[in-house]
């Protein structure tokens, strides 16, 4: 079946601009992931949703990020004025809910949105 | 808290060479662990993860509770092993933590 879909695939911003990311995870994945790749920083987590709730939002870098879910499918990562050193590939992962009692579903990631903020 | 630790960056290989990527964690459960690949232009896939104790590719991981390791390993590197490698960290639940990366080049 399809996998997870994220656009645009690449946005190119002025400083002080809003911009928005949307990711499409798998069909009937309920945890869904962003996370932040830059040079040198190697894979910085941002958020984390279960089904519309974000249990762990501890990564997201300042108060200019944010991100919201909805209908516990699309995802929605919202950078309000946007910096220089937001530049990065931003990318969503999705995988299956799982219990407390069983292994956890690996991540199927998408291929990202490269963000660059002139 | 969770944390992975990749000690290199940048591993370079001939190809045929025995190839060893190290992977340390921090974590005071019983945590899975992961191996994440991206290939040149590719999307970021597992390659293996410790409950599955199979080869993948020819690579294997074994998880050291003892020494908090879950290094990855191939006998014999191959070019198109050429690649992005991640180690992760999930504890139940929870987000995956990602070491910061090995570049591996394997060299003709």
């Known amino acids: 079946g399809a996998g997870v879909s994220q656009s645009p695939s690449n946005k190119v911003t002025e400083k002080g601009k809003d911009v928005e990311l949307r990711c499409d995870p798998i069909?009937?994945?309920?945890?869904l992931y962003w996370y932040r790749q830059s040079l040198g920083q190697g894979l910085e987590f941002l958020i984390y949703?279960?089904?519309?709730?974000?249990?762990?939002k501890s990564g997201l870098p300042s108060d200019r990020f944010s991100a919201e879910r909805t209908g516990g499918s699309v995802s929605t990562l919202t950078i309000q004025r946007t910096q220089q050193e937001d530049s990065a590939v931003y990318l969503c992962?999705?995988?299956?809910?799982?219990?407390?009692?069983?292994?956890?579903?690996?991540?199927?990631f998408g291929n990202g949105t490269r963000l660059t903020v002139t | 808290a969770q944390r992975v630790t990749q000690p290199e960056k940048l591993l370079s290989v001939f190809k045929g060479a025995p190839v060893e990527l190290k992977c340390n964690y921090s974590?005071?459960?019983?945590?899975?662990l992961f191996w994440y690949v991206q290939y040149s232009r590719q999307r970021l896939q597992l390659l293996l993860r410790?409950?599955s104790r199979e080869s993948i590719k020819g690579f294997t991981a074994d998880l050291n509770k003892g020494e908090t390791s879950f290094h990855l390993k191939k006998p014999f590197a191959q070019e198109e092993d050429s690649a992005m490698y991640y180690c992760?960290?999930?504890?139940?639940?929870?987000?995956?933590?990602f070491g910061g990366g090995t570049r591996v080049l394997v060299k003709p």
């Open positions: 992760a960290l999930q504890a139940a639940g929870n987000k995956l933590t």
């Open positions: 069909s009937g994945h309920t945890a």
């Open positions: 949703f279960q089904g519309n709730s974000a249990p762990d």
């Open positions: 992962a999705s995988s299956r809910q799982r219990s407390r009692s069983s292994y956890n579903s690996p991540l199927h």
């Open positions: 410790h409950i």
């Open positions: 974590y005071s459960g019983s945590p899975e």
